[in-house]
């Protein structure tokens, strides 16, 4: 009764709220409906009531195909090196970036690494395949340093994806990735860093005993957001720089619904990979919820 | 308050949950009657009979991401809608959107698909109307100028046909010679010449004379093709029409081309000119846009091409550049004295151009099919209009008009938005190219060549197994595995890896039941071939 009673006390607050709530109802809440596809055989002529029942045929479908685990490791050995690489490096840069006293060259720094991300993957992609051909820009730095003696296709060779996915990954990313932690840094009261100086604490310690604890919610933040989204993978890169001979270690989990799914008009087939993957994230986000809530004194950055 | 709260929630969740869920009867256009507008004649299209005053509307989906096009902005379709009084609105979109209309019950009149074997098409008759009782019904002269190959192709197996297709070509236009070939082996004519005419027809002579380049052009790049992306670009069924690789077995079953001894040997002889680093790596990582640019500059010596209409003008960028060009020659052909079957467009088209049952007046939708399949309206969506984008020149052949030609080359956007010239192309055909006077171009020569070289490939044409079932599924992973196994191939560094790697492929089918899918294919065969005759 009396949590009633503040509702309707409050009720000019509350009805500013509700449009919000209708709108998350109306697109996030009703299309879960969409999900028992997954569990039909739902082609293009078919309503949700005239598509037949199926249980779970789709997913033994996809669990019995060496395609799709072939791509689950490869979206998971792309993911795993991109959050190794790609997480610990966005805040070295970052702390780097925060360092430079010089705003003319720290804006110059700034402007530089986030380029990349606003070129589509389209358009690196190619610039990529001719950079990494025989004769490409890759190869001659290397001839010219030394480290190589004869040109080779790197895209060809499958033992080599993994890591062109990745570094270039993050050169395109790593710069974007600082923006975060920058807007983390300038709200570290600087008298913190004022009286760190008095008492004689050096760069380093400043570093690591006032920024990076400082940071820690941020960068719990960050982790729980990039494990949950380890299978999540990036349809663009693949798509331009798989070929027939990289394949093998190029297909992802995405790329394969693509294939499967999408271009073969299988509804269900798509929608019970992409429930399987959900279920997944949902259960990796959990997780590193709990074990970064120890970063944060017991607190959780989610809930 | 709480109540007001669930109440409003249970209002949003059930008109949420109608939107998606009205199915309302679709088809139902019983009161729907031509009687006050004309009466049905044999001998005259429905459209110049046709007495409706107010114009009608028609909405025309199209299931692919295009640009849609204005309509009655250009020459071409302002004529379509002074002759039939109509004004047509089209929308695009992707399979997804399509299944939101079919599913919702809220459909198009017109519906163009991509595909023959996508489900849409097999089941269409669940959502459209048969184009042979509309013909009955409304327009019987549709009958008359609607090609009955094609309509016999395309009927399911309710013996009626939903969909009328562009592009379709029969037996007849392949062997009439009015479609040229898209597929050539060219080389620089620079080169042939200083070399005597060097032969590739065989794979003893194509790896010694791209040796022979090689030693004589060292900066050339002695042997390149279209490009592969994620598939195997022209080596795996354009290869085999050039060696005339059987369509079928002997009792008219199905046939692994990709398996074929003579093909197979034809890998072998491209794996040993990579060997002799005669095929570059970048060839097969190279997009669209750098194997142009190497065309231009005319970087290969010899190049294997599929699609060269679409080449043309690269190859036109190189004469320009050079003082010489490219032509096409023999190249690689049967050891064994069998013919090169080359392939176009076949009997099953392109765009595929379907009348729902919610058309809201179905005889003019019937009438503009009748209207677009008929040779004035197939001229007018090709050439346009005689007097203003054409004349007959004095051998009674379709020329432009000086002007049209010009802005075509002067600003292709204008000449596009004024003309409209073969730009509403959802029935047009390649049998009208033989209306139009011969132009020289860059690919005459190339389409000269293979004159004579075309043979119908309708038998194994869309014999995959249906979308969605496993089979279906299976198919497209043998289909992915063939094309890394035939690039691979060509790229093997020695015989062994060539061996094992083809002995990997045979592993695969076996482990993906390949010989149960040939039976598929086997009986999709034969259906095609009860549909052929």
């Given at each position: 009764?009396?949590?009633?009673?503040?509702?309707?006390?409050?009720?000019?607050?509350?009805?500013?709220?509700?449009?919000?709530?209708?709108?998350?109802?109306?697109?996030?809440?009703?299309?879960?409906?969409?999900?028992?596809?997954?569990?039909?055989?739902?082609?293009i002529?078919?309503?949700?009531?005239?598509?037949?029942?199926?249980?779970?045929?789709?997913?033994k479908?996809?669990?019995?195909?060496?395609?799709?685990?072939?791509?689950?490791?490869?979206?998971?050995?792309?993911?795993?090196?991109?959050?190794?690489?790609?997480?610990?490096?966005?805040?070295?840069?970052?702390i780097?970036i925060?360092?430079?006293?010089?705003?003319?060259?720290?804006?110059?720094?700034?402007?530089?690494?986030?380029?990349?991300?606003?070129?589509?993957?389209?358009?690196?992609?190619?610039?990529?395949?001719?950079?990494?051909?025989?004769?490409?820009?890759?190869?001659?730095?290397?001839?010219?340093?030394?480290?190589?003696?004869?040109?080779?296709?790197?895209?060809?060779?499958?033992?080599?994806?993994?890591?062109?996915?990745?570094?270039?990954?993050?050169?395109?990313?790593?710069?974007?990735?600082?923006?975060?932690?920058?807007?983390?840094?300038?709200?570290?009261d600087?008298?913190?860093?004022?009286?760190?100086?008095?008492?004689?604490?050096t760069?380093?310690?400043?570093?690591?005993?006032?920024?990076?604890?400082?940071?820690?919610?941020?960068?719990?933040?960050?982790?729980?957001?990039?494990?949950?989204?380890?299978?999540?993978?990036?349809?663009?890169?693949?798509?331009?720089?798989?070929?027939?001979?990289?394949?093998?270690?190029?297909?992802?989990?995405?790329?394969?619904?693509?294939?499967?799914?999408?271009?073969?008009?299988?509804?269900s087939?798509?929608?019970?990979?992409?429930?399987?993957?959900?279920?997944?994230?949902?259960?990796?986000?959990?997780?590193?919820?709990?074990?970064?809530?120890?970063?944060?004194d017991?607190?959780?950055?989610?809930? | 308050?709480?109540?007001?709260?669930?109440?409003?929630?249970?209002?949003?969740?059930?008109?949420?949950?109608?939107?998606?869920?009205?199915?309302?009867?679709?088809?139902?256009?019983?009161d729907?009657?031509?009687?006050?507008?004309?009466?049905?004649?044999?001998?005259?299209?429905?459209?110049?009979?046709?007495?409706?005053?107010?114009?009608?509307?028609?909405?025309?989906?199209?299931n692919?991401?295009?640009?849609?096009?204005?309509?009655?902005?250009?020459?071409?379709?302002a004529?379509?809608?002074?002759?039939?009084?109509?004004?047509?609105k089209?929308?695009?979109?992707d399979d997804?959107?399509?299944?939101?209309?079919?599913?919702?019950?809220?459909?198009?009149?017109?519906?163009?698909?991509?595909?023959?074997?996508?489900?849409?098409?097999?089941?269409?008759?669940?959502?459209?109307?048969?184009?042979?009782?509309?013909?009955?019904?409304?327009?019987?002269?549709?009958?008359?100028?609607?090609?009955?190959?094609?309509?016999?192709?395309?009927?399911?197996?309710?013996?009626?046909?939903?969909?009328?297709?562009?592009?379709?070509?029969?037996?007849?236009?392949?062997?009439?010679?009015?479609?040229?070939?898209?597929?050539?082996?060219?080389?620089?004519?620079?080169?042939?010449?200083?070399?005597?005419?060097?032969?590739?027809?065989?794979?003893?002579?194509?790896?010694?004379?791209?040796?022979?380049?090689?030693?004589?052009?060292?900066?050339?790049?002695?042997?390149?093709?279209?490009?592969?992306?994620?598939?195997?670009?022209?080596?795996?069924?354009?290869?085999?029409?050039?060696?005339?690789?059987?369509?079928?077995?002997?009792?008219?079953?199905f046939?692994?081309r990709?398996?074929?001894?003579?093909?197979?040997?034809?890998l072998?002889?491209?794996?040993?000119?990579?060997?002799?680093?005669?095929?570059?790596?970048?060839?097969?990582?190279?997009d669209?846009?750098?194997?142009?640019?190497?065309?231009?500059?005319?970087?290969?010596?010899?190049?294997?091409?599929?699609?060269?209409?679409?080449?043309?003008?690269?190859?036109?960028?190189?004469?320009?550049?050079?003082?010489?060009?490219?032509?096409?020659?023999?190249?690689?052909?049967?050891?064994?004295?069998?013919?090169?079957?080359?392939?176009?467009?076949?009997?099953?088209?392109?765009?595929?151009?379907?009348?729902?049952?919610?058309?809201?007046?179905?005889?003019?939708?019937?009438?503009?099919?009748?209207?677009?399949?008929d040779?004035?309206?197939?001229?007018?969506?090709?050439y346009?209009?005689e007097?203003?984008?054409?004349?007959?020149?004095?051998?009674?052949?379709?020329?432009?008009?000086?002007?049209?030609k010009?802005?075509?080359?002067?600003?292709?956007?204008?000449?596009?938005?004024?003309?409209?010239?073969?730009?509403?192309?959802?029935?047009?055909?390649d049998?009208?190219?033989?209306?139009?006077?011969?132009?020289?171009?860059?690919?005459?020569?190339?389409?000269?060549?293979?004159?004579?070289?075309?043979?119908?490939?309708?038998?194994?044409?869309?014999?995959?197994?249906?979308?969605?079932t496993?089979?279906?599924?299976?198919?497209?992973?043998?289909?992915t595995k063939?094309?890394?196994?035939?690039?691979?191939?060509?790229?093997?560094?020695?015989?062994?890896?060539?061996?094992?790697?083809?002995?990997?492929?045979?592993?695969?089918?076996?482990?993906?039941?390949?010989?149960?899918?040939?039976?598929?294919?086997?009986?999709?065969?034969?259906?095609?071939?009860?549909?052929?005759?």
């Amino acid at each position: 009764m009396n949590t009633l009673k503040r509702l309707y006390k409050q009720r000019q607050l509350q009805l500013m709220v509700l449009p919000g709530i209708i709108f998350m109802i109306i697109f996030n809440y009703i299309p879960i409906y969409g999900i028992i596809t997954a569990f039909k055989r739902y082609t293009i002529v078919d309503s949700m009531s005239s598509a037949p029942w199926v249980g779970l045929e789709n997913f033994k479908l996809i669990v019995q195909d060496s395609f799709f685990w072939e791509s689950v490791r490869n979206t998971l050995a792309i993911s795993l090196m991109k959050l190794f690489l790609g997480f610990a490096i966005p805040i070295f840069l970052a702390i780097m970036i925060f360092e430079v006293k010089n705003m003319r060259f720290k804006k110059i720094v700034q402007t530089i690494s986030y380029i990349p991300h606003f070129f589509s993957w389209i358009v690196l992609g190619g610039m990529l395949i001719s950079w990494l051909s025989t004769d490409g820009f890759f190869n001659q730095t290397l001839m010219a340093l030394g480290l190589m003696h004869k040109g080779n296709n790197h895209l060809l060779d499958p033992s080599q994806y993994w890591w062109i996915a990745v570094l270039s990954d993050l050169w395109k990313e790593v710069g974007w990735g600082t923006i975060l932690y920058l807007a983390g840094m300038s709200r570290i009261d600087p008298t913190l860093y004022e009286a760190a100086r008095m008492d004689g604490a050096t760069k380093m310690t400043q570093i690591t005993r006032i920024t990076i604890p400082l940071l820690a919610p941020i960068i719990s933040l960050n982790l729980i957001l990039n494990v949950s989204g380890l299978l999540g993978s990036n349809l663009d890169q693949t798509l331009v720089l798989m070929n027939s001979q990289n394949q093998s270690h190029a297909e992802v989990i995405n790329s394969f619904v693509y294939r499967m799914g999408l271009t073969q008009g299988d509804f269900s087939y798509a929608t019970a990979v992409g429930l399987g993957i959900s279920i997944v994230s949902v259960i990796l986000l959990v997780i590193t919820d709990r074990i970064t809530r120890k970063l944060n004194d017991g607190h959780s950055i989610i809930v | 308050m709480k109540k007001l709260i669930y109440g409003l929630a249970a209002i949003v969740a059930t008109l949420g949950l109608s939107a998606c869920g009205s199915n309302k009867d679709s088809g139902s256009n019983s009161d729907f009657s031509i009687k006050d507008r004309y009466t049905l004649n044999a001998n005259k299209p429905a459209w110049k009979l046709d007495k409706k005053k107010k114009t009608t509307d028609i909405t025309w989906y199209i299931n692919s991401d295009w640009t849609a096009l204005p309509f009655g902005k250009d020459v071409t379709t302002a004529q379509i809608k002074k002759d039939l009084n109509i004004n047509v609105k089209f929308i695009t979109g992707d399979d997804s959107k399509l299944n939101a209309m079919i599913s919702g019950g809220d459909m198009p009149d017109i519906v163009t698909l991509m595909d023959k074997t996508s489900q849409a098409a097999e089941k269409a008759n669940s959502w459209a109307s048969s184009l042979n009782d509309l013909a009955k019904k409304y327009d019987p002269y549709f009958t008359k100028v609607a090609n009955k190959d094609t309509m016999k192709w395309f009927s399911l197996s309710d013996g009626k046909t939903y969909g009328y297709p562009n592009y379709s070509n029969t037996k007849k236009d392949y062997e009439s010679g009015t479609i040229p070939v898209n597929d050539n082996f060219v080389i620089r004519e620079d080169v042939y010449d200083a070399l005597g005419k060097p032969d590739f027809t065989t794979p003893e002579g194509f790896v010694k004379s791209l040796n022979a380049i090689k030693a004589k052009y060292p900066d050339l790049t002695p042997f390149g093709f279209t490009t592969v992306g994620d598939g195997a670009g022209p080596f795996t069924d354009k290869l085999q029409d050039f060696l005339g690789v059987p369509l079928e077995k002997k009792n008219g079953s199905f046939y692994d081309r990709n398996l074929d001894p003579e093909y197979v040997s034809w890998l072998k002889a491209l794996n040993q000119a990579y060997r002799d680093k005669n095929i570059v790596d970048d060839s097969f990582t190279d997009d669209g846009a750098t194997y142009d640019q190497k065309v231009k500059q005319g970087d290969y010596a010899v190049m294997l091409v599929a699609g060269t209409s679409g080449q043309g003008g690269n190859y036109t960028d190189f004469m320009k550049n050079s003082k010489t060009r490219y032509i096409a020659i023999d190249g690689p052909s049967s050891t064994s004295g069998r013919k090169a079957t080359l392939s176009q467009t076949g009997i099953s088209g392109w765009l595929i151009n379907y009348i729902t049952k919610d058309a809201k007046d179905p005889a003019k939708v019937m009438e503009l099919f009748t209207y677009l399949i008929d040779k004035p309206g197939q001229i007018l969506t090709k050439y346009g209009i005689e007097g203003v984008t054409y004349k007959y020149n004095d051998a009674g052949k379709i020329e432009y008009l000086p002007e049209v030609k010009a802005l075509e080359k002067s600003d292709n956007d204008a000449y596009n938005k004024k003309y409209g010239i073969s730009r509403f192309n959802y029935f047009n055909n390649d049998r009208m190219n033989a209306l139009k006077a011969p132009e020289e171009s860059a690919l005459t020569q190339m389409q000269q060549w293979g004159k004579g070289k075309l043979y119908p490939h309708f038998v194994i044409e869309n014999i995959k197994p249906q979308a969605g079932t496993p089979a279906a599924r299976s198919y497209d992973q043998v289909q992915t595995k063939l094309n890394s196994t035939v690039i691979s191939l060509i790229r093997a560094k020695d015989d062994n890896g060539f061996d094992s790697t083809l002995s990997s492929y045979r592993s695969f089918l076996k482990q993906n039941k390949w010989s149960d899918i040939e039976k598929t294919l086997t009986k999709n065969m034969k259906e095609n071939r009860s549909k052929l005759n």
